[in-house]
C-alpha cells in the first residue's frame, strides 16, 4: 500500500479554512479533490473510513462500464494507469490494491490534504450556502469545524448534502411520477426464484411462520412507488492461490437457516452450476470479484431499508450483518451436507486473500452502497434521459450503463417465494447527464454538488450509478467549483458549457497535452470513401461502428482526421469491437500530411472484462501540428469483416 500522509487534528484546533472541502474519500471524492487541487485551490478531503477508493478499492475490480466512450478525463487517466500497472493501454479489471494504491497517488501528486475516520455532524448556512460543517473523529477525539468556499459531497450516502437540508429522497418512485416505465414495484424474471419453491418453514404450512429473508409484506402493484431500497451486498475478493489463500472459516454469529432457500432452490434444480449462485469474475493475480447472480445469493435483500437514514451506530450494525450474512453464505457453501457436492468442492478451491485488506481482516472494509439517498435538484434525470427520448444540454458527463435495479423485496406470491425489484433494461446509447442534476434548487443551496447522490429517479440512477461516471461527474463539480469561487458566483450561475470546455482542453488538470480521440461519428473529422454500413447498438465505441462486410469488393476506407496542436511523437491506436467474422488483419495508412505508411494490425483481440472491445496499437508516429495528419482503415487484404469505430492518438513526448 502507497504510503499516505493525513492532516492531524486535535479537538482544541482553530476552524479550519479551505477553498474547496470535498466530503468521502470514495473514487469520486479523489477526483473531486485532485482536480481542485491541481488548479491551485486548498482542498480538504474527509473520509470517514481508513482507505481512499471507495467501492473501486473495496472490491468491485470487475469495471461496470457499458461504453467506454462515456468514460473520459480523469476517469480514463486512472483506467490508464491500472493498465499501465498490468502492461496494457487501459485495463477495467483490477485488483484492489492496485486501486487503492493509485488512488494515494492522485493525493501524493496533489498534495491536496486528507482526514481519514471522520465524519460530518452537522452543516450551518448562511445566506443559502454552508458556511461551516462539523466533523467528529469516528475514535472519539473531538470534534472540528471546517468552513469552506465550497463543498461537494461524494459519498455513497448523501450525508453532507442531507445536513446541509437540501430536499432528497429514498425509495422508489410511481412510473406516474416522471411517466416512466421501469421505476416502482417491478415483479420481473430476472435473478428470480423458480415457480413452486415454498417460502414456510415448514413446507406447505403457513402456520409454521416465513423462512427467513422472506417478507410477509402484500405486494404493491406494479409500477407503484415506495421507500424501500435495492439490495446491498460485498464484492467478494477471494483467491484460489494455495500461497495466497487463507480458508473460509465458519464466521461469528453463524445461522445455517438463513440459507434455506439456497437449499430448497438446489432440490429443484440441483445441477445449477456454482456460477448461477455465485459470481466468480476472474481477476488478476488469481483473484476474484464476486457478485449477486441467482435468486439467492450475496445480496441481502430487504435487509437495508433503515440504512439510508440511519445513525452511524446503526449503519455499523448494518454493515456488520451484511458482512456476516455473506461469509456465513461462503461457508455454508463450501460446508453443508444439505447442498449438491459439486458446489462444494468449487467453493472450497477458494479462501480469502493475504495480501488484501490486511488492516480488516482481508475482507473489505465498503459495502456495496448500491443507492441510498438521492438529491431532489431543479433536474431530475429520469428514464426518458436514459433513452434517448430527452436530451440535455448542459451535459457535463456521461453514462452508459444498463438501467439496473438489485432486487428490493423477497416476498410471497400465491403461496411460492419470489423476489421483486430486479430491473435490467439496456441497449441504448451513451446520453449527457445535466449540471443541473448535481445542484440544490439555488433557492436551498448555492455552494454545493452532489455527483454520487444526485438528483436522479431510482431507475435512472440505476444507469448512472457506476464507479467511472461518479469519477467522471466529480472532475466536472471540482471544475464548478473552481470557477465559482474565482468567479464568486454561486454554483448554479456557472456556464455548464464552460466546464465541458475546460475539461476537454485539460482533460487531466495538469496542463499536459491531451490526447486526441477521433470517433466514427465525429462529423468533419472523419471521410468515408466507399459503402460502408453504419452498425448502432452494443459493441460500439460510442454511437455506431462503421462496417464493411463484403470481400474483394471495391476498395473502402474509412479516414480518421486529428487536430493536432502539438507536433511530436504520438502512440496511435484503433478500437476493435468484438463483431462476428472479424478479418484476422486490418491495414492501415498513415500520414503525417507529408509522408504516408502501410501498417498491418491484428484485428483478433482478447476482449476482457466488460469491455465489447479492445484498442490495438498501430505504433509510434511523428505527426505535425494540425489536420494534415490521418489514419485511414481499409479493406485491402481483409480476409472477414472490417470495422471502422475509434482511432486514439497519445502524445508520447
Given at each position: ?417 419470489k423476489n421483486e425489484g430486479d430491473v435490467q433494461v439496456g441497449g441504448f446509447p451513451p446520453y449527457p447527464i445535466s449540471y443541473r442534476s448535481l445542484l440544490p434548487k439555488q433557492s436551498e443551496c448555492t455552494n454545493l454538488l452532489v455527483p454520487v447522490c444526485l438528483s436522479a429517479t431510482h431507475i435512472a440512477y440505476g444507469s448512472i450509478r457506476m464507479e467511472p461516471v461518479f469519477m467522471v461527474l466529480a472532475q466536472s463539480s471540482a471544475v464548478a467549483a473552481v470557477m465559482s469561487i474565482d468567479k464568486r458566483v454561486p454554483l448554479q450561475l456557472v456556464n455548464p458549457k464552460l466546464i465541458q470546455q475546460k475539461v476537454k482542453l485539460d482533460p487531466l ?93 491484428s484485428a483478433s483481440v482478447k476482449v476482457e472484462g466488460q469491455t465489447s472491445g479492445e484498442w490495438v496499437s498501430a505504433g509510434k508516429h511523428n505527426l505535425n501540428a494540425g489536420r494534415g495528419n490521418f489514419v485511414s482503415i481499409t479493406n485491402s487484404g481483409a480476409d472477414g469483416v472490417v470495422v471502422a469505430d475509434a482511432v486514439l492518438f497519445v502524445p508520447a513526448f
Amino acid at each position: 500500500m502507497t504510503s499516505l500522509t493525513i492532516l492531524s487534528l486535535t479537538a482544541a484546533a482553530q476552524e479550519m479554512q479551505f477553498d474547496v472541502c470535498v466530503y468521502g474519500g470514495t473514487s469520486a471524492g479523489v477526483v473531486a479533490a485532485y482536480t481542485a487541487r491541481m488548479y491551485g485551490k486548498k482542498v480538504l478531503l474527509i473520509e470517514p473510513g481508513k482507505h481512499l477508493g471507495g467501492l473501486t478499492s473495496g472490491g468491485l475490480g470487475y469495471t461496470d462500464i457499458g461504453n467506454k466512450y462515456a468514460v473520459t478525463g480523469l476517469a480514463r487517466d486512472f483506467y490508464r494507469r491500472v493498465g499501465a500497472h498490468y502492461g496494457k493501454l487501459e485495463q477495467w479489471i483490477f485488483e484492489p490494491h492496485v486501486a487503492e494504491n493509485l488512488f494515494n497517488g492522485y493525493k501524493t501528486r496533489a498534495n491536496f490534504d486528507v482526514l481519514l475516520e471522520h465524519r460530518v455532524l452537522d452543516a450551518k448556512l448562511e445566506k443559502g450556502a454552508i458556511k461551516t460543517i462539523t466533523i467528529e473523529s469516528v475514535n472519539g477525539a473531538g470534534t472540528q469545524t471546517i468552513s469552506a468556499k465550497v463543498f461537494i459531497d461524494c459519498s455513497y450516502e448523501g450525508d453532507l448534502m442531507a445536513r446541509a437540508g437540501v430536499s432528497y429522497v429514498v425509495g422508489r418512485e410511481s412510473n406516474k411520477q416522471y411517466s416512466e416505465t421501469y421505476n416502482g414495484v417491478q415483479l420481473r424474471d430476472k435473478h428470480q426464484f423458480p415457480d413452486g419453491i415454498d417460502p414456510y418453514k415448514l413446507k406447505g404450512k403457513p402456520e409454521s411462520g416465513l423462512l427467513w429473508g422472506v417478507s410477509g409484506a402484500k405486494v404493491d402493484a406494479s409500477g407503484s412507488g415506495d421507500k424501500k431500497v435495492q439490495a446491498y451486498n460485498f464484492r467478494i475478493c477471494l483467491t484460489d492461490d494455495p500461497g495466497n489463500m487463507i480458508p473460509i472459516t465458519r464466521p461469528e454469529g453463524y445461522d445455517s437457516s438463513r440459507y434455506e432457500l439456497l437449499v430448497r432452490l438446489m432440490e429443484k434444480e440441483p445441477n445449477r452450476p456454482f456460477n448461477l449462485i455465485l459470481k466468480p469474475d476472474l481477476m488478476p493475480g488469481r483473484k476474484t470479484d464476486i457478485n449477486n447472480n441467482g435468486p439467492i445469493s450475496t445480496d441481502m435483500i430487504g435487509m437495508n431499508y433503515n440504512y439510508p437514514e440511519a445513525g452511524y451506530a446503526d449503519r455499523a450494525r448494518i454493515t456488520k450483518e451484511h458482512e456476516m450474512y455473506v461469509k456465513g453464505l461462503l461457508y455454508f457453501i463450501g460446508h453443508s451436507t444439505r447442498l449438491p457436492a459439486h458446489l462444494g468442492t468449487e467453493m472450497r478451491k477458494w479462501g480469502y486473500p493475504r495480501d488484501e485488506y490486511q488492516d480488516n481482516g482481508n475482507w473489505s472494509p465498503q459495502m456495496y452502497v448500491r443507492e441510498s439517498r438521492r438529491l431532489v435538484g431543479d433536474y431530475v434525470m429520469t428514464q426518458a434521459n436514459c433513452v434517448g427520448s430527452e436530451l440535455v444540454e448542459d451535459g457535463v458527463g456521461m453514462a452508459a450503463y444498463t438501467m439496473d435495479s438489485h432486487n428490493v423485496q423477497r416476498v410471497v406470491v400465491n403461496g411460492m417465494v419470489k423476489n421483486e425489484g430486479d430491473v435490467q433494461v439496456g441497449g441504448f446509447p451513451p446520453y449527457p447527464i445535466s449540471y443541473r442534476s448535481l445542484l440544490p434548487k439555488q433557492s436551498e443551496c448555492t455552494n454545493l454538488l452532489v455527483p454520487v447522490c444526485l438528483s436522479a429517479t431510482h431507475i435512472a440512477y440505476g444507469s448512472i450509478r457506476m464507479e467511472p461516471v461518479f469519477m467522471v461527474l466529480a472532475q466536472s463539480s471540482a471544475v464548478a467549483a473552481v470557477m465559482s469561487i474565482d468567479k464568486r458566483v454561486p454554483l448554479q450561475l456557472v456556464n455548464p458549457k464552460l466546464i465541458q470546455q475546460k475539461v476537454k482542453l485539460d482533460p487531466l488538470a495538469d496542463g499536459s497535452t491531451p490526447e486526441v480521440l477521433i470517433d466514427n461519428d465525429d462529423k468533419g473529422s472523419v471521410v468515408v470513401e466507399g459503402a460502408w454500413l453504419n452498425q448502432k447498438g452494443s459493441g460500439a465505441y460510442g454511437f455506431s461502428f462503421l462496417i464493411d462486410t463484403v470481400l474483394n469488393q471495391k476498395p473502402r476506407s474509412v479516414k480518421f482526421i486529428p487536430s493536432i496542436v502539438k507536433a511530436g511523437s504520438y502512440q496511435v491506436y484503433v478500437y476493435s469491437p468484438r463483431v462476428a467474422k472479424s478479418t484476422s488483419k486490418v491495414t492501415l495508412s498513415i500520414s503525417d500530411g507529408k509522408v504516408k505508411r502501410e501498417v498491418i494490425i491484428s484485428a483478433s483481440v482478447k476482449v476482457e472484462g466488460q469491455t465489447s472491445g479492445e484498442w490495438v496499437s498501430a505504433g509510434k508516429h511523428n505527426l505535425n501540428a494540425g489536420r494534415g495528419n490521418f489514419v485511414s482503415i481499409t479493406n485491402s487484404g481483409a480476409d472477414g469483416v472490417v470495422v471502422a469505430d475509434a482511432v486514439l492518438f497519445v502524445p508520447a513526448f
